[in-house]
């Protein structure tokens, strides 16, 4: 997909270098968009080996979301790329589906005077069991786009003030909309924070898949993907390997300019590779920039497509969505910031 070839670009020739509560430094760049026409072909980046284990955990992960779930006990069976940030008991203090499915609606004494609020037995809420109200905000984004398709309103949130504020890692993915154009359904997400190498591939897998699953059980065709990505950074490495980069970036931007096929991004690579600290032990791979020097090298391949079974949001399993016709260039390893 060549828009991500060009946000990585866009991030390496235009960030700044940025340190972060990670300890792992970044190249950051500011207010990244893009857009994906989903009529052309599954976003699936072919530019790396996406399929197999990466693709299951993708699958997965987007499953978990649609669960509703709290906790990973279940997804954690299936892939660990969520476990650096679970407890033992699988808890994890990102409400991602848990908001989608199950947003808590204030209790009576907390309403104040004059506010609309739905009640327990009203369409979308479910009373949880220990009487806690809380509100499906995906089933109600799909039955609007069945009841009124022109509403303005299709907005599911993830992002809650006041958890955010004490929560080890809000949503990154927060808040995404879905609005119908003629007889397409488009959707729009906004990302507060993008892991360039290694959440965003994933992160639009995810949401042109779950764009492809509503639009299918609203009778829409798959429009278009667009995504902003506030803070839409590079891992560039720990310690003195991070650090070379606050000394270094412009140099390495003044060549990236200069840059005039994809090849010569391998001749970069091996610039930085020959300029640069080596990686201490154990934190190879958290410097980014290598690897996505060479997938800029690589020519993306044609579109795979998806074939997804026609089951409910609340139905839908790993084996109801089949990746077919997909061809890629080699699997890039990158290790996580956690
Ligand atoms: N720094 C950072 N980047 C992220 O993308 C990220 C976080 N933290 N924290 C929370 C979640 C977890 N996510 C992750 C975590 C790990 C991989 C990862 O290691 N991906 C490997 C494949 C691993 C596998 O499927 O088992 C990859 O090569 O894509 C991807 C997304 C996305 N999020
Ligand atoms: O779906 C996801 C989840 C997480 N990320 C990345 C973005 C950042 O690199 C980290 C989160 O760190 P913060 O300090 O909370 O921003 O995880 C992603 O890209 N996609």
Same mark, same amino acid.
């Given at each position: ?6 946000l990585?670009? $866009?991030?390496?020739?235009g ?5 972060n /509560? ?7 760049? !500011?207010?990244? &968009?893009?857009e994906? %026409? ?13 399929? =197999? ?7 997965h ?9 709290e906790?990973?006990?279940?997804? /954690? ?12 008991? =699988? ?9 989608w499915?199950?947003?808590?609606? *204030?209790? $009576?004494?907390? /309403?104040?005077?004059g506010?609309?609020? *739905? ?10 069991? %220990?009487?806690?109200?809380? !509100? ?33 890692? *809000?949503?990154? &993915?927060y808040? !995404? ?30 949401? $042109?898949?779950?764009?492809?699953v ?12 667009? &995504? ?18 606050a ?8 060549r ?27 934190d190879?791979r ?9 997938q +800029?090298?690589?020519?993306? +391949?044609? /579109?795979?497509?998806?074939e997804? $079974? ?5 139905? +839908? ?8 016709g997909?061809?890629? &260039? ?9």
């Amino acid at each position: 997909m060549q828009q991500y070839l060009e946000l990585v670009e $866009a991030a390496l020739s235009g960030g700044t270098y940025k340190p972060n /509560r990670t300890g792992v430094d970044t190249v950051s760049s !500011f207010s990244e &968009h893009y857009e994906v %026409d989903l009529s052309k072909g599954y976003p699936l980046l072919t530019t790396k080996k996406m399929d =197999g284990y990466r693709w299951n955990s993708m699958l997965h992960e987007v499953c978990w979301y649609l669960s509703g779930q709290e906790h990973i006990r279940d997804l /954690r069976e299936e892939t660990k790329i969520w476990d650096a940030w679970a407890d033992d008991d =699988g808890h994890l203090d990102t409400a991602y589906g848990r908001f989608w499915r199950r947003y808590p609606i *204030p209790a $009576a004494e907390a /309403r104040l005077e004059g506010e609309s609020w *739905p009640e327990a037995a009203d369409q979308w809420v479910t009373e949880e069991a %220990d009487g806690r109200l809380t !509100f499906d905000q995906l089933q109600y984004v799909v039955d609007g786009l069945s009841d009124s398709p022109n509403s303005r309103r299709f907005v599911v949130n993830a992002w809650h003030p006041a958890n955010a504020a004490v929560s080890t890692l *809000p949503p990154c &993915h927060y808040t !995404f909309v879905f609005n119908v154009q003629g007889d397409r359904l488009n959707c729009h997400l906004t990302q507060r924070s993008g892991d360039i190498a290694l959440g965003i591939p994933f992160n639009i897998a995810a949401y $042109a898949l779950l764009t492809t699953v509503v639009a299918q059980q609203t009778g829409f065709e798959p429009g278009t993907f667009a &995504h902003t990505v506030v803070d839409a950074h590079v891992y560039c490495g720990r310690g003195d390997r991070g650090e070379w980069y606050a000394d270094n970036l412009e140099t390495l931007q003044a060549r990236l300019a200069d840059v005039d096929d994809r090849e010569g991004y391998l001749a970069v690579r091996e610039w930085l590779e020959a300029e640069a600290p080596a990686e201490a032990e154990g934190d190879e791979r958290l410097d980014h920039v290598p690897g996505l020097l060479e997938q +800029l090298s690589r020519d993306p +391949l044609e /579109r795979p497509t998806l074939e997804v $079974a026609n089951v409910s949001i609340d139905d +839908l399993a790993y084996e109801d969505v089949e990746l077919l016709g997909y061809e890629s &260039h080699e699997g890039i390893a990158f290790s996580v910031a956690e």
